[in-house]
């Protein structure tokens, strides 16, 4: 089964943005290493980044035919975007969010996510470590 990890919004810089949050690893360290724990189970991934809404909201309708679980990563749309969290409820398989850092620990506007309403687990603070752990989560649920 393939499973469909998707970004918001500036992690198209991971690496090199805020390294001091976000660490120096980037978005293809993040697809390899959860290729790799996909495979060991027999599923596939594949990696999707946008800075536009739009495109993540189609990214997800494209889902609902392509993938068997959605990994998202909505970035500053995790506090904002009413159209992904529809989108994400439009979605029938499992859906595990993830934050690189711990959003929790930051500025009171990171606290709300609307994505949380929909997600099955929520992963954060885990560096991007958090996109393989949630790859293993969506392999149990998925068999
Ligand atoms: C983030 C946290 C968000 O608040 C922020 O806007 C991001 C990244 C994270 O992975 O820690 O862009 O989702």
Request: with cysteine; hydrophobic share 45%; glycine share 8%.
């Amino acid at each position: 089964k393939t499973i469909h990890i998707l970004n918001g919004p500036n992690l198209n810089l991971l690496g090199k943005r805020e390294p001091e949050i976000y660490g120096h690893e980037t978005l293809a360290d993040v697809e390899s290493a959860c290729a790799a724990v996909a495979a060991e189970r027999g599923h596939a991934v594949r990696l999707f980044q946008s800075n536009h809404e739009g495109e993540i909201v189609e990214q997800i309708h494209r889902a609902r035919d392509e993938a068997a679980a959605i990994v998202i990563n909505p970035a500053a749309y995790t506090h904002t975007s009413v159209a992904i969290l529809d989108a994400l409820n439009a979605f029938e398989g499992p859906v595990i969010e993830v934050h690189i850092s711990n959003v929790h620990k930051r500025e009171a506007f990171r606290h709300h996510s609307y994505v949380s309403l929909r997600a099955d687990g929520v992963i954060a603070g885990c560096g991007v470590e958090g996109y393989a752990l949630a790859i293993r989560r969506v392999c149990s649920l998925i068999g």
